[in-house]
């Protein structure tokens, strides 16, 4: 019974983080495509490439934390986390959706972690 409830938490980070991970890589296509639409319309501005490159790689790093708590919820807890904060810089406040979904997720893998007790 208690294993099915871990299970159940560990899951649910699981899905939680991938959908995070998915809203984020949609998110970071759509921000880089009208950024880039912007700049090609203003021949004075540039094309930045920085906003794409830490985008997609925030993005996998939730997606690998997502799928990594099923066996290692402190390190998909942490993994998701570092994506929830970091994409903040790359997407600003459009970060907030995914953020929010990855915080969740976060949550939840580090609520189902295994606690060690020390029998002294």
Known sequence: MFFGLKLAGRLGAMVLGLIGALVALITTLGY?????????????????????????????????????????????????????????????LYAVPASVLLALGTLLAYVDRTVRHNND
């Open 32 to 92: 880089v495509a009208v950024h880039n639409i912007y700049a090609a319309a203003n021949s004075g501005a540039s094309l930045d490439t920085v906003h794409w490159e830490a985008g997609l790689a925030l993005t996998a790093v939730g997606a690998l934390g997502a799928i990594l708590s099923l066996l290692f919820p402190r390190l998909a807890a942490f993994l998701m986390l570092v994506a929830t904060v970091g994409l903040f810089w790359p997407l600003g």
